[in-house]
DNA sequence: TCAATCTTTTTTCTCGAGATTTTTTCGTCG
DNA sequence: CGACGAAAAAATCTCGAGAAAAAAGATTGA
């Protein structure tokens, strides 16, 4: 199967080339606001930082266009994505528009291996919220293991749907919203009740209540909006340009 | 402004840079069927053809690859986007559910000068469309100018969604249906009344009829469909495989 | 002091050649 | 005759250096 006809996103899939390990590197250091948004992102540099070549490196630049994450105009080189309230609140419409449509899909159209996938993701993520619930076991590997775990669930929730698209365009807004996550919170423990959520939205996957689930995921998308709001005024000026 | 940020696609920009210009060039070649469906995309043989370095061509085809007009996958190069119904039926199904939705923001929020594009794109169009049913003067050259200012005109009745992210993967779904198009219809007159159509969608958009003009939307992209399945049955296994 | 112009420095873009990997070819064996 | 495997060919991937462009700094003149 051509199974790299979309969706080159994510997934551990072991880098088999020099730009593929620099791209996938360079990925997280962006979302993880190594390179905070706006910052230039000089070839010369980065090459020596990555060990790879500058038309390697290149490449790897290249390919993170396609997921938006840097941008890249003319003759003057790459840049990290800048960032903007409005453009977070677009991601997150955009983002709930399409995945309460994957949602739906999915509860109308899943068979048991949807199921069993839902379910073993949510136990997975109830266990890693469960952790981080204790406050004695709180780590950042703990952290960064709910995140993986939390977008596994949703991943499950959404993968029988049968549209390669819009999955494609939710793996790229997921991706986005993760960054501005990552960046706003900064490794705050998840604050609200967010396993209640989980549960709901399980619960009510699970019962194929398509109209009850795509609710609940409308109002945990939209939640996620407020931690970003409640950033400082100044926060998203404070953006490199040199 | 950060122009550059999202939507590098299309348009008539003047390529500032060897790879934006065999980036544009392969595009157009690949929407066109020159470099059809499934087809091996060698860069020691185009770096000639669009007469650029091997480097160089590669970053073009990693261009690409955001457009999801060509795929890569590891250590075995590149390769023009396979094509089949389920992915038309996809593309059309995605499409109708953003373009929908940024059609109904426009007219809702839309100002004069929205109003004013669409008019001024809709004359435009009309014109096209009146060169094209007179069969004097049909031409390849007609055929293309019409393919041009349709796309304009839709442009312009979602070009008052605020939504970048809607408008951007939009781009990226006319682009991929317009490939389909080419190759299916090549060079067919356009064969429906699709005139009554595009009036039938200005009227109700400038009466602000969000529902009807969604409506109309709709059943105007899926009738595209139709002349793909009119295709014959084999057409989408004839894919160059080497 | 400020603005404009010229020079220097930095950075990006481009190319060709070498190293790896994949694909094809071809001979050998069961 | 088909299958297996080694050698050859082709293609991809990678790198460093040179050309072109942009940015930074210095100089001059009002």
Redesign the interface.
Known sequence: M?E???T?QHAAVEP??LV?GAYQRLRRDIIEGVHPPGEKLRVEHLKDQYEVGA?TL??AL??L??D?LV?????RGFRV??ISLE?FE??T??RI??ET?ALRQSITQGGEDWEAGVVAAFHRLSRAEQKLGDHDTYTQAAAEDWEKRNRSFHDALISAS?????R??QNI?YQQSERYRRISLFRKPVPRDVHAEHQALFDAALARDADRATSILTDHILRTLDSVRLMPPDFFAAQLKR
Chains 1, 2 share one sequence.
């Open positions: 051509s790299a006809t979309l080159s088999k080339t593929e038309g290149r490449e290249l390919l266009v396609t938006a941008v890249t105009q003319g003759q994505a800048p453009d677009d991601i419409r955009t528009l399409l449509q049968p549209s390669r698209w819009i494609h365009f807004l």
